[in-house]
């Protein structure tokens, strides 16, 4: 019995084969990801109508360590999506001012923090952001760990301190801004000591949104304060705007 063969491909129709494979891993891989799109502005469009949001006002996209993040605003809201998720994170606006965000990066422990500026005044040019962190803490090192216990208060409430008498840590930081291209300012804070574990703690609790929305300091584990200053061309002072934990 004559066993039957596949008709040998020309040059052409192996070129067609070897792109048809290829488009359809691609869409198979696009299928993995629930069909996100690739641009920013896109998904971020698609995201409004998914969650029934919008329109909003988009302020920018901008780069994290390691995410793609995109904010918008709409009405008393600003919106915050990371990249390719489904959901937004919402963050009150304010009304006729400036309204600084904390980014809710998820990459705990790098000592990172990115603070985003929606309804900058206009005419912004330039912008710097000064931002103070300061706790109480006691640490303990052993060979292979380093074990901290920080509160923003002095006294901790229904317990004590594990490793001896707390140490009072505050540091200021000042950056500048990056203006995006639709017309938000994005701030990128980082450790001034990499090998500073306390400093790396700290900062990586900084961008923590149960820190700013807990109103009992005996209850928060650090308090944050900071304040952006807008510039024009000349350098003259347009505006600015401040967040800070409550007392």
């Known amino acids: 019995m004559k066993k039957w063969k596949l008709p040998r491909l020309s040059r052409g129709g192996k070129v067609l084969r070897n792109l048809g494979a290829a488009v359809l891993l691609a ?5 993995f990801t629930e069909f996100r799109l690739l641009d920013p502005y896109l998904d971020f469009r698609r995201t409004e109508r998914a969650n029934w949001v919008g329109p909003s006002e988009i302020q920018g996209v901008f780069q994290t360590k390691y995410d793609r993040w995109a904010v918008g605003t709409c009405g008393d809201q600003v919106l915050l999506q990371i990249d390719h998720d489904t ?3 919402y963050w009150p606006r304010k009304e006729t001012e400036t309204t600084l965000v904390p980014v809710p990066d998820r990459r705990m422990g790098q000592g990172d923090v990115w603070v985003v500026a929606v309804d900058v005044p206009e005419g912004t040019s330039a912008a710097r952001l000064e931002l103070t962190v300061s706790f109480w803490y006691t640490i303990l090192r052993e060979e ?3 074990h901290l216990q920080y509160s923003a208060s ?3 409430p229904g317990g004590e301190w594990k490793f001896g008498a707390p140490i009072q840590w505050k540091r200021t930081y000042q950056v500048p801004g990056e203006r ?5 300012v994005v701030f990128h804070v980082s450790v001034k000591d990499e ?3 306390v ?3 700290a900062l990586s609790r900084a961008s923590d949104w149960e820190v700013w929305y807990t109103a009992d300091q005996a209850w928060r584990s650090i308090d944050c304060a900071m304040e952006a200053v807008f510039y024009d061309e000349t350098g003259g002072e347009l505006g600015r705007a401040a967040l800070s934990t409550p007392d």
């Open 144 to 146: 292979d760990a380093v």
């Open 199 to 201: 400093e790396q703690s």
């Open 154 to 156: 002095r006294e901790i």
């Open 27 to 31: 869409v198979l891989t696009w299928g």
């Open 195 to 197: 090998e500073d574990d």
């Open 180 to 184: 995006l291209k639709d017309g938000g």
């Open 87 to 89: 959901g937004f994170s």
